[in-house]
């Protein structure tokens, strides 16, 4: 079966057309558009106009691209900023009304629980727990299974969009900014995960674009090749070094570090935190990046729904 997926999220507008077989996704048609939907969400509980019309942009160019390539089914995924957002819902019949995408704001388990089937999609089934840690925009899931079976899945707010809104206010932040950030995430994390559940995972595999960047800039990737992103064991250490660089950078510096998309440079240092902040709380030493996540899990879960 061909399906579009399109996710909406908090700082990015996705595309995958893919033909699913089971739990085997084979890649047709594969976008990413930086377009900022939750840009001040936090600090005004709506979607501003200006944001919402750069989501339209977008889409109407991923519609051409669905119907090009004779997608059997389109689906859309509205995460974060739109469940958050006071005008959430009707963004959401905008996007079902113009672009005849079947969009609907989903909830944080069941982004979680998407993000984890895509994840693990294509790995041999393990006795051992994996955890799946998805840093987006507006949230980051943790989410702990074993072979297909969730035992623990949270959504939280230590998004990058959403907190680099709330901490980083200098360009390069202050030291004392970067402090409160790191303390703010940390917080986050001992009150969503309980230690006993963290304490339990020796496997990890983080998605998204913060952990897809933090391997292309450790390889100085340019152009981006998804090839060596995907499978890349992501080191503490180079995190560590990473953060310590980005964070002394200003953001038109940023923007011109090899393998970091020049869009993402705004949020990249709260990504690199929030990456780290997760390693530390589970006592990890190095994470699996994976290019495959709720794209692919909502891929294969419209296409077992026939």
Known sequence: ????????????????????????????????????????VDRTGRLSEGAMGRVAAVLRTYREAIDAAGADATIGAMTSATRDAENGPEF???VRRDFGI?????????????SFLGATSDRPRSPDPVLVVDIGGGSTEFVIGTGDDVSFRVSTQAGVVRQTERHLHDDPPAHAQLEA???????????????????????????????????????????????????????????????????QMDLARRERVPGLHPKRAPTIVAGVVILLEAMRAFGLDEVEVSEHDILYGAAIERAAAG
């Open 181 to 247: 950030l790191a303390g703010d995430v940390r917080a986050i994390i001992d009150v969503s995960v309980p230690a006993g559940v963290r304490a339990g995972v020796q496997t990890a595999i983080a998605v998204a674009g913060t952990a897809t960047a933090c391997a292309a800039i450790a390889q100085e990737l340019d152009p981006y090749d998804p090839a060596r992103v995907h499978g890349y064991a992501l080191q503490k250490a180079q995190c560590e070094l990473m953060l310590a660089e980005l964070a």
């Open 92 to 94: 959401v019949e905008r």
């Open 1 to 40: 079966m061909r399906v579009a997926v399109v996710d909406i999220g908090t700082n990015t507008t996705r595309l995958l057309v893919a033909d699913v077989d089971g739990r085997r996704v084979t890649e047709v048609d594969r976008r990413t558009e930086i377009t900022k939907l939750g840009e001040g």
């Open 102 to 114: 079947d969009a609907r704001a989903i909830d944080g388990e069941t982004e979680a629980r998407l």
